[in-house]
RNA sequence: GGCGACGUGGCGAAGCUGGCUAACGCGGCGGUCUGCAAAACCGUUAUUCGCGGGUUCGAGUCCCGCCGUCGCCUCCA
């Protein structure tokens, strides 16, 4: 492995080595959806590629802190939940219950920290109140508003000057028009609220970030995420917000993923058809969604498509017959060691590390992945690794696809139906009787039963599919 | 209009601190294995990286222009 961990960020627009802050932990914190109905197939990339950045770091040898938010108080919650005729609370609850179930069924794991708004309420607050006592904000008419030409950096990570910046966004007792909202009074037709010193109301979008991140990581923290759409304004005014607040720099590196593109023939952001994650997750199993995904770089734009999943789902497979073979060749193992497949797994784990090494280049790390698929395929085909050899490729290639989440397609098929092994002696006796007829007949039936026939040096064998 | 990203084979996608024969996967074609398949293996599938100039001994990789696609521009992951 080489020394280290690097990864581009968008402030400074380089990459940069990932360093672990005090206590030897990497801070993570990744913007997590607003929480107003089912997640669609673009919000899952932060959520997959934040999630296996974590595993990656943790493989390599760091200790992690990733923490997520869920945004559950926020215009578009009011509005939805208006239209479907309950509370705001309650469709915010409903939604965010879904999320957890959809993203869970990645098999990722959780972030360490899912705080939300509605329970970050006095951290919130706190932090408005350092901005307006340090003149960074002000009060006006219930609102509280961000000086934004207070903040001499404004504009820095989204390249924006804010001389030629233009406001639309309405707020009567603005000094500025850019100047953005931190605090919202209360509207008559909003069924939630908290109070403050300054009334009754709700936090703006940007400030429960800043308040949440800096209560769970602290200050100056490694990696800050989220998607390359909320670099501006989100981002932006985060950082004016706690570096405002607390003179440190919030967050070392500014990772941001692309995003999918949603635009084919059958979907579209306008038409608001757009997939969502627990329907694709109920036509394709989640290493396909994920193989998916991680074979493009996440600063890449990425088309999505029932054309992409079928491919990714061929993908899955391939890697799958890889440990397939191994399992096959333990049966009848050789007498040395294969030092092509030696050498192979040496590359293939170096390879793997430094692809990722480097601005997470997680397509480098399937094709290092899939250069040890076929030295071990060529092994089991030609000079029989030894029973030992055959155990520790395994263990290696298992270990690899683990920082994915695809540990799965490894793991060892369960036990034939008793019905199936019949049919297969049945098969057998037919092909030994020279009656091929009666032999497919048999190979259909098994296949009926969900399971596939392939005939290998070792005997018939059958894999569900 | 402003800011930014990107255009690599039939498809997806690396490479881009300039220099071995342009990774890897899918698909296609030919072969091996098989009773036939499937899986796998071998070979093949871009003299070429949107187009036109330039810099250089040498550029997909740097610079300029053009064409095209996309994202953001105050609440979209």
């Known amino acids: 492995m080489s020394e280290a961990v690097a990864i581009y960020s968008t402030l400074s627009k380089q990459k940069e080595p990932v360093t672990p802050g005090p206590e030897g932990v990497v801070r993570i914190y990744a913007c997590g959806p607003t929480v107003y109905g089912r997640v669609h197939i673009g919000n899952a990339r932060p959520y997959i590629v934040f999630s296996v950045l974590k595993r990656f770091l943790e493989r390599r040898g760091m200790r992690t802190l990733f923490v997520s938010n869920l945004t559950d108080v926020n215009d578009k919650i009011y509005v939805a939940a208006r239209e479907q005729g309950i509370s705001s609370s309650e469709l915010a609850e409903n939604c965010s219950e879904a999320y957890v179930e959809d993203t869970d069924r990645l098999g990722l794991g959780r972030p360490d920290l899912e705080p939300r708004v509605t329970e970050s309420m006095p951290e919130i607050i706190d932090v408005i109140q350092t901005l307006v006592d340090k003149g960074l904000a002000y009060a006006a008419g219930g609102d509280v508003y961000f000086r934004v030409d207070r903040f001499a950096r404004y504009g820095a990570l989204s390249g924006r000057d804010l001389d030629e910046m233009v406001s639309n966004e309405p707020g009567e007792g603005k000094e500025n028009p850019l100047d953005f909202a931190l605090w919202k009074g209360r509207k008559p037709d909003e069924d939630t609220w908290w109070e403050s010193p300054w009334g009754d109301g709700r936090p703006g979008w940007h400030i429960e970030c800043s308040a949440m991140s800096v209560t769970a990581l602290g200050r100056d923290f490694e990696i800050h995420g989220g998607g390359l759409d909320l670099a501006f304004p989100h981002h932006e005014n985060e950082i004016a917000q706690s570096e405002g607040a607390t003179d440190e720099r919030m967050a070392q590196i500014w990772m941001h993923?692309?995003?999918?593109?949603?635009?084919?023939?059958?979907?579209?952001?306008?038409?608001?058809?757009?997939?969502?994650?627990?329907?694709?997750?109920?036509?394709?199993?989640?290493?396909?969604?994920?193989?998916?995904?991680?074979?493009?770089?996440?600063?890449?734009?990425?088309?999505?498509?029932?054309?992409?999943?079928?491919?990714?789902?061929?993908?899955?497979?391939?890697?799958?017959?890889?440990?397939?073979?191994?399992?096959?060749?333990?049966?009848?193992?050789?007498?040395?060691?294969?030092?092509?497949?030696?050498?192979?797994?040496?590359?293939?784990?170096?390879?793997?590390?430094?692809?990722?090494?480097?601005?997470?280049?997680?397509?480098?790390?399937?094709?290092?992945?899939?250069?040890?698929?076929?030295?071990?395929?060529?092994?089991?085909?030609?000079?029989?690794?030894?029973?030992?050899?055959?155990?520790?490729?395994?263990?290696?290639?298992?270990?690899?696809?683990?920082?994915?989440?695809?540990?799965?397609?490894a793991k060892g098929e369960g036990a034939v139906p008793a019905e199936v092994i019949d049919l297969l002696a049945e098969r057998e006796a037919a092909r030994d009787a020279r009656d091929f007829e009666r032999a497919d007949v048999a190979r259909d039936q098994i296949l009926e039963l969900g399971f596939e026939l392939r005939d290998t040096p070792e005997g018939p064998q059958v894999y569900p599919r």
């Open 257 to 409: 993923n692309e995003m999918l593109e949603l635009s084919g023939d059958k979907m579209s952001k306008s038409v608001g058809n757009i997939a969502l994650l627990h329907e694709v997750l109920d036509e394709w199993p989640a290493e396909v969604v994920l193989a998916y995904f991680l074979r493009a770089h996440y600063r890449s734009k990425l088309p999505f498509s029932d054309a992409h999943l079928a491919d990714a789902a061929e993908v899955c497979e391939r890697i799958r017959n890889g440990a397939r073979a191994i399992d096959r060749a333990m049966g009848s193992p050789g007498e040395a060691t294969n030092p092509q497949l030696a050498r192979a797994l040496v590359a293939a784990r170096r390879d793997f590390y430094a692809a990722l090494d480097d601005d997470f280049g997680t397509p480098g790390a399937f094709a290092a992945l899939f250069d040890l698929i076929r030295a071990i395929n060529q092994a089991v085909e030609g000079d029989r690794p030894t029973a030992g050899q055959l155990q520790e490729v395994r263990r290696e290639l298992v270990e690899m696809l683990d920082v994915f989440g695809l540990a799965g397609l």
